[in-house]
């Protein structure tokens, strides 16, 4: 199952702008509160140009919800991306400018509604879109005292003599903002991170689905192995007919016969004899577990041998070995390939996994996603994506994998 993150980002942004729409309209509503308390004189404003002003505040803060109803900005399949960065556009434009009119008409009365706009910019889990409002309100504060000045509202010292504080007081909440904007951040993130975690638990559940066919597979492909001499029967059923224990098993001991072989070679020699006595009897000791009956007696006479200090005997019946051991491994490798072992379950310095531990490396990357462990669930998917286990799965685990990537850059 894929997931659009792109949309779920949208679905914040929308949500966002809903939020911030009713702050809009909730200041427009006490805007007009007051100015209509002006208007029947039951509060006094020095500044008789809030009589005009006043109103077309609340126009231009009422502007977003109107856009929003008529043209349906908030609607993702409608309108999508640009749709909803416009509306947000617009909304933080809107209280920006609506509180530059009220700043310039009432001065440093009005100040406090300067922290209206970065407040509303907070919301959008973006240090960048909260940085910018509370830049535009830094300069806006400015430039209201000097239309101020200018409208004859402030004296040109009691201006300067407001100004400076209030511009500290601000720039001292700048702080809080970003920490309010780095918590709605962190929320997103969250809930991000929940649904790969539900999609890595979607990829979880497909896997569990492999091991019944694949089992399945496995004892009728067995057969092939009982026709050329292994006693798959007796060893299944000293591994409690863990087929997928047998199979690792099997695994291993192919990855590693020429390696043990050449091992093994060097070995025989007089003065190391009893290393070699101990080399082939854990060869002995694993071909007997995977039933390969042949080679675990020409191994067990080996290690009498080695032990009993008979060089020659041990150099005239190293053809014999090699060659049961050689044939051993291919008929494995056989069977390897007919499940498609090799090539699904093998990274690429030949390194094997089995299907259980595939499966409980991504559950525990799945536990890391739970508790928002991003780094960790990243690093696990990585390694897990090295073994070609199946072509969907991996596709799974290349977009959960992007998408962490993405919410890490967030």
Same mark, same amino acid.
């Given at each position: 199952?894929?997931?659009?993150?792109? =949309?779920?980002?949208? @679905?914040? /942004?929308?949500?966002?702008?809903?939020?911030?729409? /009713?702050?809009?309209?909730?200041?427009?509503?006490?805007?007009?509160?007051? %100015?209509?308390?002006?208007?029947?004189?039951?509060?006094?404003?020095?500044?008789?140009?809030?009589?005009?002003?006043?109103?077309?505040?609340?126009?231009?803060?009422?502007?977003?919800a109107v856009v929003n109803h008529l043209m349906h900005l908030s609607d993702i399949l409608l309108?999508?991306?640009?749709?909803?960065?416009?509306?947000?556009?617009?909304?933080?434009?809107?209280?920006?400018?609506?509180?530059?009119?009220?700043?310039?008409?009432?001065?440093?009365?009005?100040?406090?509604?300067?922290?209206?706009?970065?407040?509303?910019?907070?919301?959008?889990?973006?240090?960048?879109?909260?940085? =910018?409002?509370?830049?535009?309100?830094?300069?806006?504060?400015?430039?209201?005292?000097?239309?101020?000045?200018?409208?004859?509202?402030?004296?040109?010292?009691?201006?300067?003599?407001?100004?400076?504080?209030?511009?500290?007081?601000?720039?001292?909440?700048?702080?809080?903002?970003?920490?309010?904007?780095? /918590?709605?951040?962190?929320?997103?993130?969250?809930?991000?991170?929940?649904?790969?975690?539900?999609?890595?638990?979607?990829?979880?559940? =497909?896997? !569990?689905e492999l091991p019944d066919t694949y089992i399945t597979d496995c004892r009728i492909k067995m /057969?092939?192995?009982?026709?050329?001499?292994?006693?798959?029967?007796?060893?299944?059923?000293?591994?409690?007919?863990?087929?997928?224990?047998?199979?690792?098993?099997?695994?291993?001991?192919?990855?590693?016969?020429?390696?043990? !072989?050449? @091992?093994?070679?060097?070995?025989?020699?007089?003065?190391?004899?009893?290393?070699?006595?101990?080399?082939?009897?854990?060869?002995?000791? #694993?071909?007997?577990?995977?039933?390969?009956?042949?080679?675990?007696?020409?191994?067990?006479?080996?290690?009498?041998?080695?032990?009993?200090?008979?060089?020659?005997?041990?150099?005239?019946? %190293? @053809? #014999?070995?090699?060659? !049961?051991?050689?044939?051993?491994?291919?008929?494995?490798?056989?069977?390897?390939?007919?499940?498609?072992?090799?090539? =699904?379950?093998?990274?690429?310095?030949?390194?094997?996994?089995?299907?259980?531990? %595939?499966?409980?490396?991504?559950?525990?990357?799945?536990?890391a996603l739970e508790t928002y462990d991003p780094d960790k669930a990243r690093s696990i998917l990585?390694?897990?994506?090295?073994?070609?286990?199946?072509?969907?799965?991996?596709?799974?685990?290349?977009?959960?994998?992007?998408?962490?990537?993405?919410?890490? #850059?967030?």
């Amino acid at each position: 199952m894929q997931y659009n993150y792109n =949309h779920i980002f949208l @679905e914040n /942004r929308q949500i966002s702008n809903t939020s911030a729409i /009713r702050w809009s309209c909730f200041t427009a509503m006490v805007i007009g509160i007051a %100015w209509i308390f002006t208007l029947f004189h039951i509060i006094s404003v020095p500044a008789l140009a809030f009589q005009i002003i006043a109103p077309v505040s609340i126009f231009i803060l009422l502007l977003p919800a109107v856009v929003n109803h008529l043209m349906h900005l908030s609607d993702i399949l409608l309108v999508g991306l640009k749709g909803i960065n416009l509306l947000t556009g617009l909304i933080l434009g809107c209280n920006l400018t609506a509180v530059f009119l009220l700043s310039s008409t009432l001065s440093h009365y009005a100040s406090i509604i300067w922290l209206l706009p970065t407040l509303i910019a907070c919301q959008y889990y973006s240090k960048r879109i909260t940085s =910018h409002i509370f830049l535009g309100g830094f300069v806006g504060m400015i430039l209201s005292f000097y239309v101020s000045i200018y409208l004859g509202i402030e004296d040109l010292n009691l201006a300067l003599v407001h100004l400076m504080p209030q511009l500290l007081i601000y720039c001292a909440a700048y702080p809080l903002f970003m920490n309010i904007t780095k /918590r709605t951040e962190l929320l997103m993130k969250k809930q991000k991170l929940s649904m790969l975690a539900y999609q890595a638990k979607q990829t979880l559940d =497909h896997l !569990e689905e492999l091991p019944d066919t694949y089992i399945t597979d496995c004892r009728i492909k067995m /057969r092939y192995l009982a026709k050329n001499g292994v006693d798959v029967d007796t060893a299944l059923q000293n591994m409690d007919g863990n087929v997928d224990k047998y199979n690792d098993f099997l695994l291993t001991f192919v990855g590693e016969s020429h390696r043990k !072989e050449d @091992e093994l070679f060097t070995l025989m020699d007089s003065d190391t004899l009893l290393q070699y006595g101990a080399k082939v009897h854990a060869l002995r000791v #694993k071909s007997n577990a995977l039933g390969l009956r042949n080679l675990t007696d020409t191994a067990f006479f080996h290690e009498i041998e080695a032990y009993a200090g008979n060089l020659e005997v041990i150099q005239n019946n %190293w @053809e #014999k070995l090699s060659f !049961e051991w050689d044939e051993a491994c291919d008929v494995f490798t056989d069977y390897i390939q007919s499940l498609g072992l090799k090539d =699904h379950a093998t990274d690429g310095q030949g390194n094997q996994i089995t299907f259980k531990k %595939w499966g409980e490396q991504l559950h525990e990357a799945f536990d890391a996603l739970e508790t928002y462990d991003p780094d960790k669930a990243r690093s696990i998917l990585n390694e897990l994506l090295q073994y070609q286990i199946d072509a969907d799965i991996t596709q799974n685990l290349q977009n959960i994998v992007a998408n962490i990537d993405e919410v890490l #850059k967030a």
